[in-house]
């Protein structure tokens, strides 16, 4: 999701400073506008008043922001960090405190949209920090999202984009097993679907990722690798705050199934591969 993120950001004609784990990605981009393939983490900080990173786990997030040649090294006074990922609120925070150490502003800013969203420009934000250093920095999220919400102190964001994944991997484990069921039972999938598209069992989820189940398509718009972690990411939450969540205790161990079998690169919807694989029957057309 970030190289088109950052594709918009160069496309709008600002200057831009760029850094990929992957360097190629970097120099292809900077090649494309006016923008600057830099070496390390460090270098975009000392070049930049508004820094946005999205990467794949709180592991990484360290890296590129507290790591040798870090943003937080090279970060000019009064810029502003959005962190674009999906990680753990609690080291979110720990970032955070050490750019407010340099007298910089730092800004958990998860998206969702998947890599369509990314592409469309049309993602949706989930900010928490300072809601002034947001306000500042938001003619350049408007490059690249259409919809923003400004969900309170650091961690908030994070805590509102965990809580919309929890539930979108239990409804698609919920569709799984619903869809196995009559499929088996002799019930048409695309029957079913008209079914569940015209009553209270509704879901804009279901409705966009059934026709690739039904298809046999598991491209990757949302890994299940990257599912599972945020899915243990926001039961990790709950255990810290005692908050039980038993039916996401169960996606957690599906979405890890999926992995097992070596799907995990693959969209999330494909675990109904498990259950089909269990009962014996497939849901397609």
């Not at 590129?64 to 925070?93: F, Y």
């Not at 890890?256 to 995990?264: D, F, H, P, V």
Request: charged residues 20%; aromatic residues 8%.
């Amino acid at each position: 999701m970030g190289y088109p993120m950052a594709a918009h950001l160069v496309k709008s004609g600002h200057d831009v400073a760029l850094w990929s784990n992957t360097a190629s990605k970097a120099n292809q981009l900077a090649n494309d506008g006016n923008a600057t393939a830099c070496a390390t983490p460090k270098e975009v900080a000392e070049r930049s008043d508004f820094i946005f990173y999205c990467v794949g786990n709180t592991q990484m997030a360290r890296a590129i922001t507290l790591g040798a040649n870090g943003l937080v090294e090279g970060v000019r006074r009064d810029a502003v960090i959005a962190d674009c990922s999906t990680i753990a609120p609690a080291a979110s925070k720990e970032i955070g405190a050490a750019f407010a150490k340099k007298n910089a502003y730092f800004l958990d800013a998860p998206c969702t949209g998947s890599k369509p969203g990314a592409e469309n420009a049309t993602l949706t934000f989930m900010i928490g920090g300072d809601q002034q250093a947001f306000e500042k920095t938001k003619p350049f999220f408007d490059v690249m999202g259409k919809v923003f919400y400004f969900c309170g102190a650091a961690g908030q964001g994070l805590q509102a984009k965990l809580t919309q994944n929890l539930i979108l991997a239990n409804i698609m484990q919920a569709f799984a097993e619903g869809m196995v069921l009559a499929t088996k039972g002799g019930v048409p999938p695309q029957l079913m679907l008209d079914i569940l598209n015209n009553s209270a069992a509704k879901s804009g989820l279901i409705s966009y990722k059934a026709p690739f189940i039904f298809d046999g398509n598991f491209t990757t718009n949302f890994a299940a690798k990257w599912m599972a972690k945020d899915v243990g990411l926001a039961l990790e939450t709950g255990k810290s705050m005692n908050v039980p969540l038993p039916a996401t205790a169960l996606t957690e161990q599906m979405l890890l199934a999926t992995i097992a079998k070596g799907w995990g690169e693959e969209d999330f919807c494909g675990t109904i591969r498990v259950l089909e694989e269990w009962a014996g029957v497939e849901v397609r057309k």
